[in-house]
């Protein structure tokens, strides 16, 4: 009856591995992306662009080397927004290059246009010239994605006053920017863009930035970045942006005036279940472009799925991931293991934070005792090789079972070190095994060891003190 058993809508993160997984199931999968789109908003104007970018910044800046060089350090003294995007491009090309060929492998049909819902079973595809094309199935998830949000008092014209997206399309690195939004997104450009030698400035209405992280690792991250010379402007508000012929000037609601060559809005991001035309389907979505789903990802109409940014927190390529493939075996009817709880948060700042789990603020609000591990990277051997004096582990340990409630990195690689600790926590391990544990030398890995030893020392002599 169907033209396919599942048809996916976006090959970002979430509908690659969904469509993946549903071949594998031995299903007949089509998936609907637009042509210069393959593999999403991750591939071309999200995660791997903007990581490909900070790559790029580390390297051509010698950053990352000034401990050991002197302060003057510079890999190339005239940056240029080429050199910036060569890098980017590549990467960009290579890794739509591996998405096409593991589509081709697992017999997924792409059908190129930008998908719509004619009826719950029907897409209709906008093919440009080629006119409309409707294709049928009998599962269909959707992995459409989001689009950087914009206020619609805000007038961008993606040179002078731009969102996330227009960042790639900067034809100079400029000497000023305003940054509206300490979020994660916000964050990350403002840190690269300061390592450039951009004066940057990061104005946010809430109390501070990046509130779900540890609060010690926001102020090292805060601390770094004024010595960047990056300007904070919290419980401030921008009411206005003006446009001049030789740049912009940010008006907050408390009077102050910031004159800036550009204006990055970073003010979260939009769902695109608006242009899905889910009522066709029986579906609706929130004011944020939002579709509902249940455990399963399963919408309110029982045959259609929805994964990754377009259904909201946490909205990570990581988790879109394992939503897709989870997703994908509940359309099949195939059983597949929920996600794990326990997931991983990495934020490409420089420098890195990482972590997992619960932060001291959480626990403390929730009384949970805990007591706290420490290592800092200038006492391990790896860190003075490296030139990192300023990375951190922490570790949140409850004094009663000796598990680990929490993970918290700052620094160099911290974002793959967070994985040791979210496999102990995964497996239900303890301290105890971080102590005995014996790792390479030298290894930044080595600071769980460290940090193990620290908080065990610590509930040692509380101990010793109640016999």
Known sequence: MYDFDVLVLGSGPGGQKAAIAAAKLDRRVALVERR????????????????????????????????????????????????????????????????????VRNRVQLITGTGRFHDPHTIVVAQG??????????????????????????????????????????DHVPRSMVVVGAGVIGIEYASMFAALGTKVTVVERR?????????????????????????????????????????ALALLESGKQIAADTVM???????????????????????RGRIPVDENFRTA???????GDIIGFPALASTSMEQGRLAAHHACGEPAHEVQAIHPIGIYSIPEISFVGRTEDELTADRVPFEVG???????????????SYGMLKLLVSPTDRTLLGVHIFGTNATELV?????????????????????????????????????TNKMRSVARLRD
């Open 374 to 388: 420490l290592a800092r990277y200038r006492e391990l051997a790896r860190g003075q090789i490296i030139g990192d």
């Open 265 to 287: 809005y970073s003010a979260g991001r939009q769902g695109m279940a608006d242009h899905l035309e889910l009522e066709n389907a029986g579906l609706t979505c929130d004011d």
């Open 36 to 103: 210069h789109m393959i593999g999403g908003v991750c591939i071309n104007t999200g995660t791997i662009p903007s990581k490909t970018l900070r790559e790029a910044v580390l390297y051509l800046t010698g950053l990352s080397q000034r401990e050991m060089y002197g302060q003057s350090y510079r890999l190339k003294d005239d940056i240029t927004v080429g050199d910036l995007a060569a890098r980017t491009q590549h990467v960009i090309g290579r890794e739509v290059d591996v998405i096409r060929s593991q589509l």
């Open 207 to 247: 109390e501070r930035m990046l509130e779900f992280c540890d609060l010690e690792v926001v102020e090292a991250l805060k601390y770094h970045l004024r010595d960047l010379q990056v300007t904070f402007r919290f419980n401030e508000t921008v009411a206005s942006v003006e446009r001049h012929p030789r740049g």
């Open 129 to 170: 010239e080629g006119g409309d094309h409707k294709v049928s199935a009998e599962k269909i998830i959707v992995a459409a994605g989001t689009r950087p949000a914009r206020p619609g008092s805000v007038d961008f014209d993606d040179r002078t006053i731009i969102d996330s997206d227009g960042i790639l399309r900067l």
């Open 419 to 455: 994985h040791i600790g979210q496999t102990v926590m995964g497996c239900g391990g303890t301290v105890d095994y971080l102590v005995d544990a014996v790792f390479n030398y030298p290894t930044l890995a080595e600071s769980y060891k460290v940090a193990a030893l620290d908080a």
């Open 301 to 307: 109409a029982p045959h259609i799925y929805a994964v």
